[in-house]
Nanobody, 121 residues
């Protein structure tokens, strides 16, 4: 009923930038929060940044000052602007949304399929 589609991943050199996008679609009544997580090879998934509706953004310490999360509520889209990328940022980045379904008003956590970001020279 609800899908998240990420885009914008790819290969970038250290110090470069990428912008990830995630668009939500489906029977959505409301999106209470959207955010980004990542999972590097051999590591567990970790939070990168979140943007609750009506709330303040928050970031992992490792990306503060370099990454910026933003939302376009009219498009049900969340973005992650990544600057000054480092090799340790290499990971699969997953979009996440906490959604209220329009059909039932039930809450649902939805994940995107992931987009690979590789930071390497």
């Amino acid at each position: 009923q609800v899908q998240l589609v990420e885009s914008g991943g790819g290969l970038v050199q250290p110090g470069g930038s990428l912008r990830l996008s995630c668009a939500a679609s489906g029977t959505i009544f409301a999106i209470n929060a959207m955010g980004w997580y990542r999972q590097a090879p051999g590591k567990e998934r970790e939070l990168v940044a979140t943007f609750p509706s009506g709330g303040s953004t928050n970031y992992a310490d490792s990306v503060k000052g370099r990454f910026t999360i933003s939302r376009d509520n009219a498009k049900n889209t969340v973005y992650l602007q990544m600057n000054s990328l480092k090799p340790e940022d290499t990971a699969v980045y997953y979009c996440n949304a906490r959604v209220v379904l329009s059909t039932s008003y039930r809450s649902l956590e939805v994940w995107g399929q992931g987009t690979l970001v590789t930071v390497s020279s």
